[in-house]
Structure formats: C-alpha cells, structure tokens
C-alpha cells in the first residue's frame, strides 16, 4: 500500500471516529443538560492582551454549526465550516468508494493544499477580527454565545 492510501485510511477511520465520539457526546448532552457556558474556560490571551487568539470563536462557530446557522458559525469562525464541508465531503466519498470497493472512484484524495487552506483561513480571520476590533472598534463575536 502506498503512503497516501495509508494517510488516507488512517484519516478515514480517525474521521469516522471522532463523528462517532461527538455523536455519543451529544447524545449524553441532551440527556444530561448542563449549561455549556459553565464548562468552557475563558480565553487567556483575550483575557490578557484584549485582542483574539487564532482559536478564538472557534467553540461559538461549532454551537451555531450544530444549531444550523452557517452564517453565524462563518462569522464566528470560518475554519469549523471549512473543515465540517472538506472533512465531511472526505468522509462520504471515501465511504462510498470502500463500500463500493473502488468500483465508483469519488472518493477526495488527502492533499497538503487542503491543510495550507486551513491555515491560511485560521491567519486571515485572526487578523480581520483584530483589525476590525483594535480599528473600529468592531467586536464580531460580541452577539455570539454558546
């Protein structure tokens, strides 16, 4: 087996899963409520220095996600809708390729491009969100919460 084929099956089944373990973690939030608020730690660098880390939003972006509200969670952080298109896109073509067994070749290919996106996006949001908060005074995830 070559070595993408190799990075490509440990993606496919680390994907598969973490789908899994978010599912079993959903499952036991709406049995088990607790405000979310409660267990997520404040930001120490907006805390600190009162400018956003590269992650900041990143939680928020996830919980507009889930809730449907893809505008809200690009605002928030554009990295999570970009990864929830590519990884799920990756996850059901792959799906579909191996169930087939190769018969419908779809199945997305791992690139370095796409992690060069991912971080590109995760640079280009830290410095929006700082400019427009340090500049104008703009806070984007002020309307936000979890």
Known sequence: MRQHEKEETALFYTGWALVFIL????????????PFSK?????MVQSVLGVYCP????TRAVSALLRGDFLGSFICHPLVL???AVGGWFLMSQTIE????????????YRDGYVWAALWIVVVNFVVKNLLLIVWGVDLLEGFYL
């Not at 267990?39 to 930001?43: E, G």
């Open 23 to 34: 599912c079993a973690l959903w499952v036991l939030w709406r049995l088990f409520p607790l």
């Open 39 to 43: 267990l997520v730690l404040p930001c």
């Open 55 to 58: 992650g900041c939003g990143g």
């Open 82 to 84: 970009y990864t929830a």
């Open 98 to 109: 191996r169930a087939t067994r190769h018969r419908i070749k779809i199945g997305m290919r």
